[in-house]
């Protein structure tokens, strides 16, 4: 795509032309940022000052300009434009444009976008510039230039999906927009609530203790760290003779002004409540850390958290709280857990109550593990609960196994599981089979998942698990993590075992084999398949290569699988294939692995062919597998020749020496004038496959000093004139006939 040939100002002031007049001077400042590249939006490679391309940037401009023409004060306007045929600045039908007016204000990019990617929408442009307008009471537009700033949002997208809910986009970015404008208009009263709820701790007649001390200190800490989208009080009260939380009138700020929205569900009956539920509400603790039932429309589309701040009455009994929700910034994430209020005395005691030598080795490990445990679970976690976590972490340091933290929501709205495996063998897909097994466990949906490796010999997976409050099990941890155990098991390992039950044989050729397979190999072969592959392997020569005819697990009944096993060079494809149709089978497809054994230059090659038989629905391989190999070995190392009576092998079960004497037969047949050719006996043979086994049965029973027996002579033949019967083509009855003669 080349953009090359003019230059981000020549761009523009041909877009500027192609704009009203009126709209020129928003459009260059709608476009003044961009270059040219990033306005060539189109999948076909195209000149960036293509006649199209410029009508379409200034269109849109020129139709955004007109679409600011008014805005009703203190209200963002927006919509949502598909584009109908194919042109517009996408340049194809279906392309969508979002367009947004509002007042300028912190968070609406990052939160507008968000709930663009919730509709499967993805951003191929967004140009945001601030603009200054001069409106009316009415919100009617009466300058540009000067006024009040507007943010100006503009952004191109696509669609994954073939179908677009405009109304429920809209409306999603309607609550959005919504919940944006009140957490920055109550953003300052927010702050004031902050400072009223620190002044009036240790002020309600109960005992003043360095945990209240602490409290305020972090609730202080918590004014630079936190992003504060919404504050509500609640009291407890007792109604009809029972405990209840209520919201106190008028008592929300931000996006909580409005009483139905929830936080968690804990404003019925207390009574109601799980015991360790109301247990957690009723204790005198002053603050409370945890996460909301929500994700954040504000800012980052992530779970809030939430700071409940509780008053006590003179006997240290709950008598209300004050709750903010909000997210804590990337610096609290950041900042060490020494200098965070709360965090430092949880932590401390840990650190304390372990009584480790702080410049010894394990000291400083268990000071490292509790500095980059995940922040969040830090907020969350119970002393002890910490203090259980962080000792088993350490006992890990150096040991390359699986372990499995887990820590349950005191709401039962999810779990959270810290995860350690050996780091050579993390990867995606085992995340992905450890968060399964999860979810099975805890009845969960997996809502976030995190990775961490770092200076140490294990990676840690933090998983968590939305979970249903009230129907979590109770997994049993141990053997969950024993599960995990097995799943996490390299490839490597589970061959090892595979090869030392099979015996010293197997595991010697496993250990020379070791780490000799591609990725594509061990992602697609389990081990213990491998392990007959290397067996194989382990015996094939140039000459001779080492064969497998199998049936594939879950494949159709007449699906067969059929392996090659060659040292050196890969087997020719062009020699291989005739082969196996002349041998029954029809080739489907084919997938080769090069196996190179560490340390040397030694090269192996397994071939793997699926195949369909050719001689009807079904074939039982238990006796035809050793008659097929020996039969394909045969033609490879020319001592049989490749034609089609080899299929005789699989449709009449023969051996490859009885192929052989059909097919001496036939050339005598030939040779003494008979009609028919050789490919039409070959066919003749295969079609009646009984007869011919029964024919073969006749040649032994006959003529095979070993096997000769009249008895069973007689009865070969009277099977045969019966079966000779049902033979309708009267050209295939001679040839079978002239058979029979022949033996006899």
Same mark, same amino acid.
């Given at each position: 795509m080349d953009t090359t040939k003019h230059s981000g100002d020549d761009f523009i002031a041909q877009i500027l032309k192609a704009t009203t007049p009126d709209a020129a001077?928003?459009? !260059?400042?709608?476009?003044?940022?961009?270059?040219?590249?990033? *306005?060539?939006? =189109?999948?076909?490679?195209? @000149?960036?000052?293509?006649?199209? !391309?410029?009508?379409?940037?200034?269109?849109?401009? =020129?139709? *955004?300009? @007109?679409?600011?023409?008014?805005?009703?004060?203190?209200?963002?306007?927006?919509? *949502?434009?598909?584009?109908?045929? @194919?042109?517009?600045?996408?340049?194809?039908?279906?392309?969508?444009?979002?367009? %947004?007016?509002? @007042?300028?204000?912190? &968070?609406?990019?990052?939160?507008?976008? /968000?709930? *663009?990617?919730?509709?499967?929408?993805?951003?191929?442009?967004?140009?945001? /510039?601030?603009?200054? &307008?001069?409106?009316?009471? =009415?919100?009617?537009?009466?300058? %540009?230039?000067r006024g009040k700033p507007e943010s100006v949002i503009l952004i191109s997208l696509t669609s994954s999906s073939d179908t677009v809910d405009v109304t429920a986009i809209e409306a999603d970015l309607t609550r959005t927009l919504s919940d944006v404008r009140a957490a920055v208009a109550d953003w300052r009263p927010m702050l004031a609530r902050l400072d009223e709820t620190v002044a009036k701790l240790g002020q309600s007649g109960a005992e003043v203790t360095d945990e209240t001390a602490e409290t305020q200190a972090f609730l202080r800490w918590l004014g630079n760290q936190f992003v504060f989208l919404g504050y509500r009080e609640y009291r407890f009260v007792t109604e009809k003779g029972e405990a209840a939380m209520r919201v106190v009138d008028d008592s929300g700020l931000g996006i909580l002004r409005d009483p139905k929205v929830v936080v968690f569900d804990n404003t019925r009956n207390l009574s109601s409540l799980p015991p360790e539920i109301r247990a957690y509400l009723e204790r005198p603790d002053p603050l409370l850390v945890a996460k909301s039932n929500d994700t954040s429309r504000v800012h980052r589309p992530v779970q809030m958290d939430v700071i409940g701040v509780k008053q006590l009455d003179a006997h240290g009994k709950v008598i209300a709280e004050r709750r903010f929700i909000g997210l804590f910034t990337a610096h609290a994430y950041g900042v060490s857990v020494h200098d965070v209020p709360v965090l430092r005395r949880k932590v401390s005691a840990v650190l304390q109550r372990a009584g480790l030598n702080p410049t010894g080795h394990d000291g400083k490990a268990l000071a490292e593990i509790v500095e980059n445990y995940p922040r969040d679970e830090l907020f969350l976690i119970d002393p002890d609960d910490l203090f259980n976590t962080a000792m088993g972490i350490l006992r890990l340091q150096e040991r390359r196994r699986v372990a499995l933290f887990v820590r349950r929501d005191p709401f039962e709205r999810f779990v959270s599981c810290l995860v350690f495996v050996p780091q050579e063998r993390y990867s995606f897909m085992l995340r992905q089979k450890l968060q399964a097994i999860l979810e099975e466990a805890f009845e969960g949906r997996v809502t976030a998942a995190t990775a961490q490796i770092y200076d140490s010999p294990l990676a840690r997976i933090h998983i968590i698990l939305a979970t249903k409050p009230g129907a979590v099990p109770q997994a049993d941890v141990t053997a969950l993590e024993a599960k995990l155990t097995e799943v996490a098991r390299s490839w490597d390992d589970r061959l090892g075992d595979i090869a030392r039950r099979r015996g010293s044989h197997a595991e010697a050729a496993a250990r020379r084999l070791a780490g000799a397979f591609t990725s594509a190999y061990v992602e697609t072969i389990q081990p213990d398949e491998a392990i007959d592959d290397i067996i194989k392997l382990n015996g094939a020569t140039a000459d001779t290569p080492a064969l497998t005819l199998y049936q594939p697990d879950a494949a159709k009944p007449a699906e067969l699988g059929f392996k090659i096993y060659r040292p050196g060079q890969s087997v020719p494809l062009s020699d291989v294939l005739p082969m196996l149709e002349n041998l029954g089978l029809r080739v489907l497809a084919e997938k080769s692995w090069m196996v190179r054994p560490k340390g040397g230059d030694e090269r192996f090659w397994i071939h793997d062919f699926t195949t369909l038989f050719q001689g009807g629905d079904s074939l039982d391989i238990g006796d035809a597998a050793a008659r097929f190999e020996e039969g394909f070995l045969s033609t490879w190392r020319g001592m049989a020749e490749d034609d089609g009576f080899n299929r005789l092998i699989l449709t009449a079960g023969l051996t490859a020496r009885e192929a052989s004497l059909w097919r001496a037969y036939a050339k005598y047949l030939r040779q003494v004038g008979f009609t028919f050719s050789q490919s039409y006996i070959e066919d003749t043979l295969s079609k009646h496959a009984a007869i011919t086994g029964l024919l073969t049965h006749l040649f032994h029973a006959r003529l095979d000093p070993d096997r000769v027996d009249a008895v069973m002579e007689a009865s070969i033949k009277a099977e045969i004139e019966h079966a000779l019967d049902a033979v309708t083509v009267l050209d295939e009855d001679r040839i079978l006939r002239r058979l029979v003669n022949l033996v006899e």
């Amino acid at each position: 795509m080349d953009t090359t040939k003019h230059s981000g100002d020549d761009f523009i002031a041909q877009i500027l032309k192609a704009t009203t007049p009126d709209a020129a001077p928003f459009a !260059r400042l709608l476009y003044g940022n961009a270059t040219p590249a990033d *306005l060539v939006l =189109s999948d076909t490679p195209t @000149d960036s000052a293509d006649p199209a !391309r410029v009508a379409a940037l200034g269109e849109l401009a =020129s139709g *955004l300009w @007109d679409f600011a023409a008014e805005r009703k004060p203190g209200h963002a306007k927006f919509r *949502l434009v598909v584009q109908k045929q @194919d042109g517009g600045i996408a340049g194809r039908k279906g392309a969508i444009t979002a367009e %947004f007016i509002n @007042d300028d204000m912190p &968070f609406l990019v990052d939160s507008v976008i /968000p709930a *663009l990617n919730r509709a499967r929408l993805s951003v191929d442009l967004i140009l945001h /510039p601030v603009a200054l &307008f001069e409106r009316d009471e =009415s919100g009617k537009r009466t300058a %540009f230039g000067r006024g009040k700033p507007e943010s100006v949002i503009l952004i191109s997208l696509t669609s994954s999906s073939d179908t677009v809910d405009v109304t429920a986009i809209e409306a999603d970015l309607t609550r959005t927009l919504s919940d944006v404008r009140a957490a920055v208009a109550d953003w300052r009263p927010m702050l004031a609530r902050l400072d009223e709820t620190v002044a009036k701790l240790g002020q309600s007649g109960a005992e003043v203790t360095d945990e209240t001390a602490e409290t305020q200190a972090f609730l202080r800490w918590l004014g630079n760290q936190f992003v504060f989208l919404g504050y509500r009080e609640y009291r407890f009260v007792t109604e009809k003779g029972e405990a209840a939380m209520r919201v106190v009138d008028d008592s929300g700020l931000g996006i909580l002004r409005d009483p139905k929205v929830v936080v968690f569900d804990n404003t019925r009956n207390l009574s109601s409540l799980p015991p360790e539920i109301r247990a957690y509400l009723e204790r005198p603790d002053p603050l409370l850390v945890a996460k909301s039932n929500d994700t954040s429309r504000v800012h980052r589309p992530v779970q809030m958290d939430v700071i409940g701040v509780k008053q006590l009455d003179a006997h240290g009994k709950v008598i209300a709280e004050r709750r903010f929700i909000g997210l804590f910034t990337a610096h609290a994430y950041g900042v060490s857990v020494h200098d965070v209020p709360v965090l430092r005395r949880k932590v401390s005691a840990v650190l304390q109550r372990a009584g480790l030598n702080p410049t010894g080795h394990d000291g400083k490990a268990l000071a490292e593990i509790v500095e980059n445990y995940p922040r969040d679970e830090l907020f969350l976690i119970d002393p002890d609960d910490l203090f259980n976590t962080a000792m088993g972490i350490l006992r890990l340091q150096e040991r390359r196994r699986v372990a499995l933290f887990v820590r349950r929501d005191p709401f039962e709205r999810f779990v959270s599981c810290l995860v350690f495996v050996p780091q050579e063998r993390y990867s995606f897909m085992l995340r992905q089979k450890l968060q399964a097994i999860l979810e099975e466990a805890f009845e969960g949906r997996v809502t976030a998942a995190t990775a961490q490796i770092y200076d140490s010999p294990l990676a840690r997976i933090h998983i968590i698990l939305a979970t249903k409050p009230g129907a979590v099990p109770q997994a049993d941890v141990t053997a969950l993590e024993a599960k995990l155990t097995e799943v996490a098991r390299s490839w490597d390992d589970r061959l090892g075992d595979i090869a030392r039950r099979r015996g010293s044989h197997a595991e010697a050729a496993a250990r020379r084999l070791a780490g000799a397979f591609t990725s594509a190999y061990v992602e697609t072969i389990q081990p213990d398949e491998a392990i007959d592959d290397i067996i194989k392997l382990n015996g094939a020569t140039a000459d001779t290569p080492a064969l497998t005819l199998y049936q594939p697990d879950a494949a159709k009944p007449a699906e067969l699988g059929f392996k090659i096993y060659r040292p050196g060079q890969s087997v020719p494809l062009s020699d291989v294939l005739p082969m196996l149709e002349n041998l029954g089978l029809r080739v489907l497809a084919e997938k080769s692995w090069m196996v190179r054994p560490k340390g040397g230059d030694e090269r192996f090659w397994i071939h793997d062919f699926t195949t369909l038989f050719q001689g009807g629905d079904s074939l039982d391989i238990g006796d035809a597998a050793a008659r097929f190999e020996e039969g394909f070995l045969s033609t490879w190392r020319g001592m049989a020749e490749d034609d089609g009576f080899n299929r005789l092998i699989l449709t009449a079960g023969l051996t490859a020496r009885e192929a052989s004497l059909w097919r001496a037969y036939a050339k005598y047949l030939r040779q003494v004038g008979f009609t028919f050719s050789q490919s039409y006996i070959e066919d003749t043979l295969s079609k009646h496959a009984a007869i011919t086994g029964l024919l073969t049965h006749l040649f032994h029973a006959r003529l095979d000093p070993d096997r000769v027996d009249a008895v069973m002579e007689a009865s070969i033949k009277a099977e045969i004139e019966h079966a000779l019967d049902a033979v309708t083509v009267l050209d295939e009855d001679r040839i079978l006939r002239r058979l029979v003669n022949l033996v006899e």
